[in-house]
T-cell receptor, first 111, second 114 residues
Framework: QKEVEQNSGPLSVPEGAIASLNCTYSDRGSQSFFWYRQYSGKSPELIMSIYSNGDKEDGRFTAQLNKASQYVSLLIRDSQPSDSATYLCAVNSGSARQLTFGSGTQLTVLP | GAVVSQHPSWVICKSGTSVKIECRSLDFQATTMFWYRQFPKQSLMLMATSNEGSKATYEQGVEKDKFLINHASLTLSTLTVTSAHPEDSSFYIC??????????FGPGTRLTVL
């Protein structure tokens, strides 16, 4: 069974700090990795996708992928209260074209 | 990014009635759409994969006769919850696939069955 694990949190960081969100996955055949942000009562919003080992930066967000360790992370620099949300890690193994979601990490950025 | 709409955004119905939820890709064509359900404080659960012009593929444990999916065009998929009961109350979210693997989500439909 394909699994995606996230620390459920809650994770609290002060405004301006770096928030680090982590995710591990069980399927070594996974090829595509995504981070979604979900505000309370809303649907998920795509933040980042990453396919290759290493870092990928987009504004204040950096996704990191290590396929050997089956680990993907999301760093949020200069965290803002508006970043407070649940962050979902999603993995696509490629064979079924379906996303397997982690349970999400709740992030709170304190003003 | 790609825009996906859902209608209605919320619905309240009586037990035993059927409810139809529409999912549309507004600025692109989507061969594949997905339907998810999310209960409070839980992650998304995939219900089914909807492919244009063919029957949907349902996940284990999802009753295909209860959750009817139709994907008649490249921009529209519908989910009909038949004979809804209070335990079907949930947040239903669709997504559309862009490219080989990226999914963009609709805003969701909150269903409350009395």
């Amino acid at each position: 069974q394909k699994e995606v694990e996230q620390n459920s949190g809650p994770l609290s960081v002060p405004e301006g700090a770096i928030a680090s969100l982590n995710c591990t996955y069980s399927d070594r055949g996974s090829q595509s990795f995504f981070w979604y942000r979900q505000y309370s009562g809303k649907s998920p919003e795509l933040i980042m996708s990453i396919y290759s080992n290493g870092d990928k930066e987009d504004g204040r967000f950096t996704a990191q992928l290590n396929k050997a360790s089956q680990y993907v992370s999301l760093l949020i620099r200069d965290s803002q209260p508006s970043d407070s949300a649940t962050y979902l890690c999603a993995v696509n193994s490629g064979s079924a074209r379906q996303l397997t979601f982690g349970s999400g990490t709740q992030l709170t950025v304190l003003p | 990014g790609a825009v996906v709409s859902q209608h209605p955004s919320w619905v309240i119905c009586k037990s035993g009635t059927s409810v139809k939820i529409e999912c549309r890709s507004l600025d692109f064509q989507a061969t594949t759409m997905f339907w998810y359900r999310q209960f409070p404080k839980q992650s998304l659960m995939l219900m089914a994969t909807s492919n244009e012009g063919s029957k949907a593929t349902y996940e284990q444990g999802v009753e295909k006769d209860k959750f009817l999916i139709n994907h008649a065009s490249l921009t529209l998929s519908t989910l009909t919850v038949t004979s809804a009961h209070p335990e079907d109350s949930s947040f239903y979210i669709c997504s559309a696939e862009v490219g080989a693997d990226t999914q963009y989500f609709g805003p969701g439909t909150r269903l409350t069955v009395l």
